[in-house]
Every structure is written in structure tokens, then in C-alpha cells.
């Protein structure tokens, strides 16, 4: 299954506005709201930056907003600063599975969606 | 202060087998469905599997169904990944991660704890 698909890199000054577009399918981003955001810094673990679309997790600034709509969804980050220069990646459940039957050397259940779509991700630098 | 912490990384030959832990802390491990997402190097990120917090329901990416297998023990706030049959393209950080929800029947797939990661390098 194709990844969602962001553009490879933005860029802004300080205190500008920049928009991450991340374009999936009526089978993904189109039909759940368990879509998600994950900021990354060089050499550090994907971070959680928002959730079910546009909700913020707790310690994640205000400046950082989301939304989708149709097949897109779009992170908004205000107000830029030098610490926001890293890596964003989108995420989506996809309902684009089938029901698998389980053979008896395989263990547990496995039926229903069997995956989550990520973008390929975008490099925001700050100029 | 939720932690999730990876271990078993290395090198091994094409073929060959691994096993990964994640032991975690600062949370009630039992409630969580837990993941492993993987990042190849320079490359973006790829789900890998997923485990209920009572392990009834295991999903795993097309790639490595039949191949991987995701464990937990709740008693020990460990998750375990074995990795057989690995192949070149299986080079990656694995992280472990949690998903968002406390909720035992259903996972939403977002992740917002994740580990340091350990690094799966297969070569020959």
C-alpha cells in the first residue's frame, strides 16, 4: 500500500507561518479521524505533535494546528522558530485491508485492519 | 514519568533471527495496546506490529507477516518482537511506541510514547 504523500521539504522565516499538506485516500485520511502528526528531530524518536486530526497532546505548543479535509489533511505550525526545524510526518489507520483467515500456526487473531499508513515526511527549515 | 526502552539490537547475517525488548514504565502497561514502528536509515517511518493489551488481537505489517512475531508479559511491562527469516531490507531503528488510547478493546494506531530505538542491522 502507497504511503501518504507530503512534499519534501518547506521552509520559513522565524515568526512565519508554514503549512505541511499530507494527501492520502477515501480508504485512509478521507475516512477516519485517527489521523496523526509526528515531529522529529535529527538523531531523536518521532514525537507526538497532534492526534484524532487536530487535538494537541499535552506540552505541545499552541502554535501547532491541524485539520483535514477529504483526502488531505494539513499541519499548520505559527509563529516559527529555530526549534521547529526538523522532521513532520502524517499518519493515518486505513481501512484498505481484507479479513484473513488465520492459519492455526500463526497464533491469535489477525482479522480486521492490519495496517497504518505513514508520509514520507517533510523537512521544515527554519531560514 | 512514562519510559519505553529497547534492547536486542545488532548484527545479523541475512536468514538470521533476533529478538527485541521494550520494557516500559511509568505506566499500567496492561491497558495499552503497544506497537513496534521501524525507520530505515535516511528513511521515513513504517509500522511494523501491533499487540492488544491481552494480546487477543496481533496485526503486522504485509511486509513482515509470517516472519515477525509481537509478544507482550504484562507481569514484567515488557514487549518483545522476534524477527526470523530477516532480510537486508529489515535494517532499521526499531522503536517500540504506545498507542495514544488506554483502552483495552480498541487501538487508534498514534503513538504517543515512543522509545530511544535500537538499531537491526542485516548484512552479510
Known amino acids: 500500500h502507497s504511503a501518504l504523500t507530503q512534499p519534501a521539504s518547506v521552509s520559513g522565516s522565524p515568526g512565519q507561518s508554514i503549512t505541511i499538506s499530507c494527501t492520502g485516500t477515501?480508504?485512509?485520511?478521507?475516512?477516519?479521524?485517527?489521523v496523526s502528526w509526528y515531529r522529529q528531530h535529527p538523531g531523536r524518536s518521532p514525537q507526538l505533535i497532534i492526534y484524532?486530526?487536530?487535538y494537541r497532546p499535552s506540552g505541545i505548543s499552541y502554535r501547532f494546528s491541524a485539520s483535514k479535509s477529504g483526502n488531505t489533511a494539513s499541519l499548520t505550525i505559527s509563529g516559527l522558530q529555530a526549534e521547529d526545524e526538523a522532521d513532520y510526518y502524517c499518519?493515518?489507520?486505513?481501512?484498505?485491508?481484507?479479513?484473513?483467515?488465520?492459519?492455526?500456526?500463526?497464533?491469535?487473531?489477525?482479522?480486521?485492519?492490519?495496517?497504518?499508513?505513514f508520509g514520507g515526511g517533510t523537512r521544515l527549515t527554519v531560514l | 514519568e512514562v519510559s519505553l526502552v529497547e534492547s536486542g539490537g545488532g548484527l545479523v547475517k541475512p536468514g538470521g533471527s533476533l529478538r527485541l525488548s521494550c520494557a516500559t514504565s511509568?505506566?499500567?502497561?496492561?491497558?495499552?495496546?503497544m506497537n513496534w514502528v521501524r525507520q530505515a536509515p535516511g528513511k521515513g517511518l513504517e509500522w511494523v506490529a501491533s499487540?492488544?493489551?491481552?494480546?487477543?488481537?496481533?496485526h503486522y505489517a504485509d511486509s513482515v507477516r509470517g516472519r515477525f512475531s509481537i509478544s507482550r508479559f504484562n507481569a514484567r511491562n515488557s514487549v518483545f518482537l522476534q524477527m526470523d527469516s530477516l532480510r537486508v531490507e529489515d535494517t532499521a531503528i526499531y522503536y517500540c511506541?504506545?498507542?495514544?488510547?488506554?483502552?483495552?478493546?480498541?487501538?487508534?494506531?498514534?503513538?504517543?510514547?515512543w522509545g530511544q530505538g535500537t538499531l537491526v542491522t542485516v548484512s552479510s
Open positions: 499487540i492488544s493489551g491481552s494480546s487477543d488481537r496481533i
Open positions: 511506541a504506545r498507542d495514544v488510547y488506554d483502552n483495552v478493546l480498541t487501538a487508534s494506531y498514534q503513538f504517543d510514547s
Open positions: 499518519s493515518s489507520f486505513s481501512a484498505t485491508s481484507t479479513f484473513r483467515r488465520r492459519p492455526s500456526s500463526w497464533g491469535p487473531d489477525t482479522e480486521g485492519p492490519t495496517f497504518v499508513v
Open positions: 511509568g505506566f499500567t502497561l496492561t491497558t495499552y495496546h
Open positions: 477515501s480508504s485512509d485520511i478521507g475516512l477516519h479521524k485517527y
Open positions: 484524532d486530526v487536530s
